[in-house]
C-alpha cells in the first residue's frame, strides 16, 4: 500500500506562486507515474499534470501549461508542483495519485491506484 500526503497549498494573490509536496509512505515510488489532479467546488475532478517515473516523460493540461511544473525526487519519495502566476480559475482541491503502471493513461482517474487527502489552494482577484 502506498499512502500519499499532500502540503502545500494555502491562500494566495493572483500573479503569486505555491509549491505543493506529495510525500510518500508505504512503500517506494520511483517505478511508479505521477499526476496531480485538482477538483473546484461544483466541478468534476480533472487532471492538472503528470510524471513518468523517471521524469523524462511529464504532461499537462492547457490551462496549466506555461506555468505550472511537476517533478519529483526519487530519494525522498516525494512529487512536487511548482505553480506560478496563480489565477482565481486554480482556486481547487489539489490532489496527487500513483499509478503503478505507466503513463500511457496520465489523464484517466481510474488509472490511478493510489490518491492523496488533498490539499486546498485557494487565489483571490
Known amino acids: 500500500q502506498v499512502q500519499l500526503v499532500e502540503s502545500g497549498g494555502g491562500v494566495v494573490q493572483a500573479g503569486g506562486s505555491l509549491r505543493l509536496s506529495c510525500a510518500a509512505s508505504?512503500?517506494?515510488?520511483?517505478?511508479?507515474?505521477m499526476g496531480w489532479f485538482r477538483q473546484a467546488p461544483g466541478k468534476e475532478r480533472e487532471f492538472v499534470a503528470a510524471i513518468s517515473w523517471n521524469a523524462g516523460d511529464t504532461h499537462y493540461a492547457d490551462s496549466v501549461k506555461g506555468r505550472f511544473t511537476i517533478s519529483r525526487d526519487h530519494a525522498k519519495n516525494t512529487v512536487y508542483l511548482q505553480m506560478n502566476s496563480l489565477k482565481p480559475d486554480d482556486t481547487a482541491v489539489y490532489y496527487c495519485?500513483?499509478?503503478?503502471?505507466?503513463?500511457?493513461?496520465?489523464?484517466?482517474?481510474?488509472?490511478?491506484?493510489?490518491w492523496g487527502q488533498g490539499t486546498q489552494v485557494t487565489v483571490s482577484s
Open positions: 495519485a500513483a499509478d503503478p503502471r505507466s503513463i500511457v493513461f496520465y489523464l484517466s482517474r481510474e488509472e490511478y491506484d493510489y
Open positions: 508505504g512503500r517506494s515510488i520511483t517505478s511508479y507515474a
